[in-house]
């Protein structure tokens, strides 16, 4: 199962409303507050990397007050 981590930049002000609107995300299975270069720590899992695609860039990018993103993908070795 692909699974996808984001790291989330929030316009000062708007962590807790990013947190509540990507917490319902289909696909978004965790996140967390964090202090530091970032704001949110989401992981996502999806069926297929086009949902997990889908997923990142149309509903956790998608989500206002978010102005910057980094995502790791997870690898299977």
């Known amino acids: 199962m692909p699974v996808g ?3 989330i ?3 000062t002000g708007a962590e807790v409303s ?8 289909t696909g978004v299975v965790g996140q967390w507050m964090i ?10 899992e999806a069926e297929d990397e086009g949902e997990l695609t889908k997923c990142i860039v149309h509903g956790v990018r998608g ?12 690898a299977e070795i």
């Open 5 to 7: 981590f984001v790291l």
């Open 9 to 11: 930049t929030t316009e």
């Open 18 to 25: 990013v947190h509540e609107a990507v917490s319902k995300i």
């Open 35 to 44: 202090f530091g270069s970032h704001d949110l720590f989401v992981k996502v």
């Open 63 to 74: 989500v206002p007050g978010i102005i910057e993103t980094r995502t790791l993908i997870g």
